[in-house]
């Protein structure tokens, strides 16, 4: 059975820093990374990391969000820096196996204050 678990969202103050964590397990997952959404808005993109180290932005986050994994520990990780208030929103972990299936964490809130 795949479980997605995240942890380290919280409350920041804008130009703050804060780093997420994502561990998956029961499965063997090609793509990691993460998602957010915020309120009124669909789910958007925010990074992802294939198993290979190959990464991809949203160009909101680029410069700023730096996506990391561990492959021995099926662990990703996302730091971001120099947080905005546009940047608040639910981070949602994605795994996705080898055949194309997403996998979901329960989400973690993030909230950048002015």
């Known amino acids: 059975q795949v479980q997605v678990v995240e942890s380290g969202g919280g409350l920041v103050q804008a130009g703050g820093s804060l780093r997420l964590s994502c561990a998956a397990s029961?499965?063997?997952?090609?793509?990691m990374g993460w998602y957010r959404q915020a309120p009124g808005k669909q789910r958007e993109l925010v990074a992802t990391?294939?198993?290979?180290?190959?990464?991809r932005y949203a160009d909101s986050v680029k410069g700023r969000f730096a996506v990391s994994r561990d492959n021995a520990k099926n662990t990703v990780y996302l730091q971001m820096n120099s947080l905005k208030p546009e940047d608040t929103a639910v981070y949602y972990c994605n795994a996705r196996t080898d055949w194309g299936r997403d996998n979901w964490g329960q989400g973690t809130l993030v909230t950048v204050s002015s």
């Open positions: 029961g499965s063997i997952f090609s793509i």
């Open positions: 990391v294939t198993d290979i180290g190959i990464t």
